[in-house]
């Protein structure tokens, strides 16, 4: 396993064009979460999935935001309509499933997608 | 309210000297404190972590402390390397765990 591979790294796009990432997790972790984070800042919690269902989901996240994990593995984030003030970088990382032997509580991050919204 | 304070949100410590960075949670509930090191161009990864039955936790150069009365946990580097040079981030879990809530991060900087 490679680990977290997330594509495309980097993404330039005009205001009011719709985006969207591909977040392939660590095969066996069952946990999937989306960040966003920008400049100087901590990773901000976007929205959580245990296999395919969506538990959680910021307050914070827009309508424009939808994210999904259809089979429990892959999962997409879409962005629709961008604004300037969506550009920053979109993280994702896995976790192995509660209880698992070892690591059940370490989120493994991928290297994220920069988004740019001209 | 769901949140972690880190401070300082800049360090520039001499090359060999100690480090030292700070947090507190709020939610009482919180039960696993991990650090996280970023390095330009790449995700945060784990570098320690420490569960709430415990107040202390080393691994080489690096430790943790967590204070739960006081909702602090804190993160220790001593004889600092270059290679230490990176952003840090606390974080703490809220809503049964599921959810992981981070700080706003630490540069640190190594000066030689």
């Known amino acids: 396993d490679t680990g977290v591979s997330q594509n495309p790294r980097h993404k330039i796009t005009k205001r009011g064009q719709n985006v969207t990432f591909r977040c392939d997790p660590i095969?066996?972790?069952?946990?999937l979460y989306w960040y966003r984070q920008t400049l100087g800042q901590g990773p901000e919690f976007l929205t959580y999935?245990?296999?395919?269902?969506?538990?959680?989901k910021s307050r914070l996240l827009s309508d424009r935001f939808s994210a999904e994990r259809p089979k429990g593995s892959f999962s997409t984030l879409e962005i629709q309509r961008t604004e300037q003030g969506d550009s920053a970088m979109y993280l994702c990382a896995s976790r192995a499933r509660a209880g698992a032997p070892s690591g059940a509580n370490v989120l493994t991050f991928g290297a994220g997608s920069r988004l740019t919204v001209l | 309210g769901e949140n972690v304070e880190q401070h300082p949100s800049t360090l520039s410590v001499q090359e060999g000297d100690s480090a030292v960075i700070k947090c507190t949670y709020s939610?009482?509930?919180?039960?696993?404190f991990p650090w996280y090191k970023q390095e330009l161009g790449k995700g945060p990864q784990l570098i320690i972590d420490?569960?709430?039955?415990?107040g202390e936790k080393k691994d080489q150069r690096i430790a943790v402390t967590l204070n739960k009365t006081a909702k602090h946990f804190s993160l220790h580097i001593t004889e600092t390397q270059p290679e230490d040079s990176a952003v840090y981030f606390c974080?703490?879990?809220?809503?049964?765990?599921?959810?992981?809530?981070f700080g706003s991060g630490t540069r640190l900087s190594i000066r030689p």
């Open positions: 420490i569960r709430s039955n415990v």
């Open positions: 939610d009482s509930a919180s039960n696993y």
């Open positions: 974080a703490a879990p809220y809503s049964s765990a599921s959810k992981i809530i």
């Open positions: 095969s066996e972790h069952n946990r």
């Open positions: 999935f245990q296999n395919e269902a969506q538990l959680e």
